[in-house]
């Protein structure tokens, strides 16, 4: 699979728990010349109450999905089908936070990518947002 040069990217998270904060994702590659769902490094800022925040970089989903919409005569009048690009498979991490206060445990799980695929979101692991 040959990938170019960086435009835009989208990015799937898993919920992990604790805050996520300043999300970015590292690529090469244009949403206009990839079509599909690949894994790609990112990294962000992992937090918690009670201990300063870690830079992590890891692998996640990234990338596009077929989706359309279409009108039916019936209720609820629209037949929709919205796929993201999400985890198949993933490894469990852990890191440790640092300057975490003594009551408050320094670990931080999150997951790692090591598949992807177009599926429908679902919010029992996944981050879904409309915009």
Known sequence: MH??????SLLVLLVA???VVCVA???TTTL???RGCAVREFSFVAQKPGCRGLRITTEACWGRCHTWEKPVPDP???HRHH???TY???RHMTARLPGCQPSISPLYHYPMALHCHCAVCSTQDT???TF
Request: charged share 15%; net charge neutral; hydrophobic share 35%.
């Open 25 to 27: 994702v590292t690529t």
């Open 83 to 85: 796929r993201v690009c």
């Open 76 to 78: 609820p009048y629209i």
């Open 127 to 129: 981050e879904c947002e």
């Open 3 to 8: 990938l170019h040069p960086p435009s835009l």
């Open 32 to 34: 206009h010349a990839f």
């Open 17 to 19: 728990g604790a805050a």
């Open 88 to 90: 198949s498979r993933t």
